[in-house]
Nanobody
Framework: QVQLVESGGGSVQSGGSLRLSCAAS????????MGWFRQAPGKEREGVAA???????SYADSVKGRFTISQDNAKNTLYLQMNSLKPEDTAMYYC????????????????????????????WGQGTQVTVSS
């Protein structure tokens, strides 16, 4: 049974930093593409960042240069380092896994299809709240 558990959310002032973690279990972590998404009240869920099994990354324009996605395959853990946070980053942040026929395989690695499209992902965590005050 696939489980994704996020942690690390909280309240910070504008310009501050947070590091989110996502502990994954129940599947072969390295054979999935992983992503971070967020959803603010009244808005649609949007892609923030994604990482292929070879470490290639994708970012939403709104977070480029401020957020960094990374993973530790040995620990089956995904991270999102968020710096220079802004009030508009306030949202529930979700970790997600894409696999089982959705990723494409090549050269020994699994690559995301539509890395920032929520509907491309198979599994989701429960989310962790990030609140940035001005």
């Amino acid at each position: 049974q696939v489980q994704l558990v996020e942690s690390g959310g909280g309240s910070v002032q504008s310009g501050g930093s947070l590091r989110l973690s996502c502990a994954a279990s129940g599947y072969t972590y390295s054979s999935y593409c992983m992503g971070w998404f967020r959803q603010a009240p009244g808005k649609e869920r949007e892609g923030v960042a994604a990482i292929d099994s070879d470490g290639s990354t994708s970012y939403a324009d709104s977070v480029k240069g401020r957020f960094t996605i990374s993973q530790d395959n040995a620990k089956n853990t995904l991270y999102l380092q968020m710096n220079s946070l802004k009030p508009e980053d306030t949202a529930m942040y979700y970790c997600a896994a894409q696999g089982e026929g959705k990723t494409y395989y090549g050269g020994g690695y699994y690559y995301c299809v539509g890395p920032l499209r929520p509907y491309e992902y198979n599994y989701w965590g429960q989310g962790t709240q990030v609140t940035v005050s001005s």
